[in-house]
């Protein structure tokens, strides 16, 4: 789909600044998130990929545990053995330092899904942690439901980085259909995917 390749194509791309994904609830982010994740894999397998799907468990809603996640993964993946802060006053300086460990070889993007599914604590939805610009060869995605969170991602980015996710159509939720049943290597019966579609379409 269009979204897919536009965020192949920034990951491929020089700029410094973040991409943001946005829209309502159950228009696909996570689904196609996800997605776009596997392409990226595919089409950079040199780079290091980091991903994090916010709310999933109890822990990623926290920033502070999220910021220590994502600097410990980085930090393993380029062999830096310095000791990350627990802090999240250090926590949030520490982070550009980390994602800077990214070489021109071993370029760094990471994914996180779900800005909004983080706890207000610490004023995670101000976004103040989220680095402004972002080191060389780093490439970082975010999404996000309309809110708090949006609200801060439009006065830290141009409007080029920011793509809104309209609903699916009902020929992109069949097609959507199709690949999860492929993936898992399932079939649905004429009636049953009549069923689930029609479902879709009024949803």
């Given at each position: 789909?269009?979204?897919?390749e ?18 309502e609830?159950g228009?696909g ?5 996800a997605?776009?994740?596997e392409?990226v894999r ?6 290091v990929l980091?991903?994090?799907?916010i709310?999933a ?7 502070r ?7 410990q ?5 380029y062999a830096?053995?310095t ?6 006053r250090?926590l ?8 800077a460990?990214a ?7 990471v994914?996180?899904?779900?800005l909004?599914q983080l ?8 976004l103040?942690?989220?680095p ?7 490439r970082?995605v ?7 969170c ?8 141009p409007?080029?980085n ?9 020929a992109?939720g069949?097609?959507?259909?199709g690949?999860?049943l ?9 009636a ?9 379409d009024?949803?």
């Amino acid at each position: 789909t269009g979204f897919l390749e536009r965020v192949e194509a920034y990951a491929r791309g020089t700029g410094r600044q973040s991409l943001a994904v946005w829209g309502e609830s159950g228009c696909g982010k996570s689904a196609l998130m996800a997605k776009a994740i596997e392409r990226v894999r595919a089409a950079r397998p040199q780079a290091v990929l980091c991903q994090r799907f916010i709310g999933a468990t109890a822990p990623s809603s926290d920033v502070r545990s999220l910021l220590e996640g994502v600097c410990q993964e980085v930090s393993r993946a380029y062999a830096d053995e310095t000791a990350v802060p627990q802090d999240i006053r250090e926590l949030i300086p520490e982070l550009p330092k980390r994602l800077a460990l990214a070489r021109p070889e071993r370029p760094l993007v990471v994914f996180l899904d779900a800005l909004d599914q983080l706890s207000p604590t610490d004023g995670a939805h101000t976004l103040a942690w989220l680095p402004r610009g972002l080191p060389e060869h780093v490439r970082l995605v975010v999404s996000t439901l309309p809110g708090p969170c949006l609200d801060a991602l439009e006065g830290r980015l141009p409007e080029s980085n920011r793509v809104e996710l309209r609903p699916m159509s009902p020929a992109e939720g069949r097609e959507l259909l199709g690949l999860w049943l492929g993936e898992a290597g399932r079939r649905l019966q004429p009636a049953q995917e009549a069923d689930v579609l029609g479902k879709f379409d009024r949803c």
